[in-house]
């Protein structure tokens, strides 16, 4: 049997997978970056980083540009 893996819950829709299938993000400032291995991290899943209204609305949270944030999880999904 696999080892189980770690499992994470997305801030957005508080649905838990595992780690892997997560995108890691991080606030720097007042900037959502790519998670570099420092600070409090947070994970969207899959499903939210494609759902442009729980993106807007994650920016809101966030006060970042919604099309910036957009623009970032372009690259990293
Ligand atoms: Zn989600």
Redesign the pocket.
């Known amino acids: 049997m696999k080892k189980s893996q770690p499992i994470r819950m997305?801030i957005?829709?508080r649905?838990r997978h595992p780690q892997k299938s997560l995108i890691r993000l991080k606030q720097d400032g007042k900037e959502i970056v790519a998670f570099d291995g420092t600070g409090r991290s947070f994970y969207?899943?899959q499903?939210?980083v494609r759902d442009e209204k729980k993106l807007k609305g994650l920016a809101k949270r966030f006060k970042q540009d919604a099309e910036q944030l957009a623009r970032l999880l372009g690259t990293l999904v």
């Open positions: 997305c957005s829709c649905s969207l899943c499903v939210c």
